[in-house]
């Protein structure tokens, strides 16, 4: 039977994930995070889009415990832009930062998001993470507002942005569609630290009440999607 699957990923492992986590597991929601294994405990201070916030990050020594109900995945060591790296390089942000994340969390890691936005990827990043390293999904910056499963898992396309102006009548459209024969996915993306950046916590709350507890909508992290959708496949051909 075809499902309505939920899911949210989030970037660079700021301090604010821990207040975050403590509000989506409160809804029962489920995440992926997108760590930066090489920034871990650095403080400092950022201007996004003209604004001025904290960008602090969290300490390996909290990633055990902190992100336990939630999936790890790979945002690179030190977030370059890939596209500026050459091979040697691509290869050793991504591997390097996945098996210190493996260490550190005790996780299977199977996905990353690409560091730097929506235009920091090409054909040649995409062959020499897919021949070097175990990641088999990535996530980009491209929101398509569509509840569409990817074509391409190498260039896995969000639904919206935390702060999309339609966030809550995609949020209503999803919660009325009908998942008919095809899966359904609706699929938000962001940063914790874009929720004091913006004031948005007690927005974000409303969300989180309006999306959780529906009986007919699956919980999911994007890894657990990833193995759904991959096994599904597999069987039907
Ligand atoms: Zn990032």
Known sequence: MARKIFTMSFDDGTVQDRRFIELIDRYNLRATFNLNSGNFGSVHNITHEGINVCHDEVSSDEVRNL???HEIAVHTVHHPNLINC?????ISEVLDDYKALSELSGKTITGMAYPCGGHCFDDRVIKLITENTPIRYARTTDSHHTFALPEDFMKWNPT?????PELFSIAKDFINAEAGEND???????????????????K??????LI???????YMTCGEIYSYLTKKNAVSF
């Not at 050459?86 to 691509?90: C, L, N, Q, R, T």
């Not at 919206?160 to 999309?164: E, S, T």
């Open 184 to 202: 359904l996915l609706f699929y938000l993306w962001g940063h914790s630290f874009e929720f004091d950046k913006f004031g948005s916590w007690e």
């Open 67 to 69: 992100y336990r109900n």
């Open 86 to 90: 050459d091979d040697e390089k691509v």
């Open 160 to 164: 919206c942005h935390q702060n999309d």
């Open 204 to 209: 974000f709350e409303e969300f989180c009440r």
């Open 212 to 218: 959780s507890k529906n009986r007919d909508i699956t």
